[in-house]
């Protein structure tokens, strides 16, 4: 048992979640570890989350930071701009339509204690449940695992596969954000690319016992936003290829999928068109990637690229297959 307290900063972010959001405060409030900042960022929802909070906080825990944005800028700014007002040692993040398991926080911040300084992020499973609040039977981390790989330790390989981290559950060591940086406002989710970033420098530690509940509801940003959902995964594998950080199969899909982002910037004739069709052409050597290089660089129509460059056709967006 350790003597001190470090504190620690619970994060709940909240958009249209006001029927939930006093259920995830009464979590945090239930916890048993005397250290607790807490900080509450709502991103300007549309119905009255912020009057429900402000009363709840009236309430509870007058002390507590309240951060209302006044246009909605997303749940990667959103986190950035909560994470700027914390100063506990430890973080750990929860969505105003989830739970926290009562008494949970002492038993992973022991473990955090105890462990070397290249464990990053104590974690554990969560149980899953409906908008009602009725457990379904599976839980979180069955739900998202594709692959059976390790749960503690060096997880960047096993994360590669499937983004199973329930992120309601994780207590993350402050100097995480520290060495990897804040979560990319470019993205449309915040996790997949956190926990690879982390994975890749610092150890995961799995708590056995479940510390969470995670509400599935039917407007989840999964459902409501799945094209910028499936964009940002391509952007997450893009940033892990630049960084040297992938072999075989995963290398060739994020190859492919940087191919497809150059066709686009050269379509939509964006700024970084160039950038994106030198840097296609850095990763594979092809004939069509040569094509659309020398179309960008030189605005050499399509008809005379295809004379220089023999039987080749335009690149076209899907005319090659991803791993």
Request: glycine residues 6%; hydrophobic residues 40%.
């Amino acid at each position: 048992m350790f003597m001190n307290h470090p504190k620690v900063t619970a994060i709940v972010a909240c958009y249209n979640h006001a029927r939930f959001v006093p259920e995830a405060l009464n979590s945090v409030k239930a916890q048993d570890y005397p250290s607790i900042e807490l900080v509450v960022i709502d991103d300007c929802s549309k119905d009255n989350s912020v009057a429900v909070i402000q009363e709840w906080l009236k309430q509870n825990w007058p002390e507590a930071t309240l951060i209302a944005h006044k246009t909605n800028v997303g749940v990667c700014r959103t986190l950035n701009d909560a994470l700027r007002h914390a100063h506990g040692k430890y973080i750990r993040l929860l969505a105003a339509d989830d739970v926290w398991l009562p008494q949970t926080l002492r038993g992973q911040v022991e473990l955090m204690e105890e462990s070397s300084a290249e464990v990053g992020v104590v974690y554990s499973d969560a149980y899953t449940m409906n908008e009602s609040g009725e457990t379904l039977p599976e839980m979180f981390i069955a739900s998202h695992r594709k692959a059976q790989g390790i749960l503690d330790g060096w997880l960047f390989e096993t994360l590669l596969q499937s983004n199973f981290i329930p992120a309601m559950t994780a207590l993350i060591r402050r100097s995480c954000f520290e060495a990897v940086g804040t979560y990319d406002e470019s993205l449309a989710f915040e996790d997949w690319d956190m926990w690879l970033r982390i994975s890749h420098e610092f150890r995961f530690r799995y708590y056995p016992e479940a510390t969470a509940r995670y509400r599935i509801v039917g407007t989840s940003m999964m459902r409501t936003m799945s094209g910028q959902i499936l964009e940002s995964r391509n952007k997450i594998l893009i940033k892990c290829l630049r960084q040297g950080w992938l072999t075989g199969k995963i290398k060739e899909a994020a190859i492919y999928h940087q191919n497809q982002a150059a066709w686009k910037a050269c379509q939509e004739g964006g700024p970084k068109k160039l950038a994106q069709a030198a840097e296609a052409l850095r990763w594979k050597i092809t004939p069509k990637n040569l094509l659309l290089f020398l179309r960008v660089l030189l605005g050499v129509p399509y008809g005379l690229c295809i004379k220089l460059l023999g039987n080749v056709q335009p690149l076209r967006p899907h005319d090659e297959t991803p791993v």
